[in-house]
């Protein structure tokens, strides 16, 4: 069975359950009330470029949008989730924002033909950077983040954490145990990889601990300033529980 690879990932996004999946989740579900507290707070100024990383069907840029920021430039790898971004952003009469197709892992060549400016912030919501098989390939992200930004830029992201709750170190330990014995699934490339399929299609995640996405940040020229679990940031509607599970939430700054 093949490995999973970039190609994999994006034809996973592309395909209509998840295109269906993250568009219903931006027409209808908007910013977590957890991400709003925390754009509010680390990005206070509504007049800074800021980039987006992995805006799939728009569900944070146009939360951005709708919170007065203006200059926007938003990618994504996933062509399909692109044109429903771009359509709800004409929709909304946000015409102003950019939209580009572009991985993030090779960021550089894209952003200087597309003449984005270096940008004060950046954000990679969801869970998006632990979608990058291959943790080589998610410090290139990182590096490309710290290339696109101004020195001081505010970067805002999530993971999930393999230490988030005993039931999930207990079956850590399991996989763990399965790596050892080379009983893996033959598709993940490191421990802390998932593939899986439901009804809104097929997913590769990666999940750190905390001292991996540390050592991250400190290899890649970002400096840690907040990290807290999402609960502990904001009570979250059913809706958006529904949507999605508990993940860390991570502010570092570009050094
Ligand atoms: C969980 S979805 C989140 C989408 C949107 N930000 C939201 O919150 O609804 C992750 C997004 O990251 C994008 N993504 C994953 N790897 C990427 C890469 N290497 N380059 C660009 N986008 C990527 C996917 O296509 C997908 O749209």
Known sequence: ??????????ADFNDLPAVLHYTRAAHGLGLWASERRLIERFFPDREAPLLEAGCGAGRVTLGLWQLGYRRLTAFDFAAELLDQARSLAAERGAESIRFLEADATRLGPMLAAAGVEPAAGALFPFNGLMQIPGREHRRRALTGLHA????GATLLFTTHDRDVSPQERALWRL?????????????????????????TGRTFMHLPDRPEILADLAATGWEPVFDALRREVARESRAVREFSDECRFWVARRG
């Open 148 to 151: 696109a930004c101004r020195p």
């Open 1 to 10: 069975m093949a490995r999973i690879t970039a190609a994999t990932v994006r």
């Open 175 to 199: 996989e763990a145990l399965r790596w050892s014995e080379g009983r893996q699934d033959p598709r993940l490339l490191e421990f802390g990889d998932r593939y899986f399929e439901d009804d």
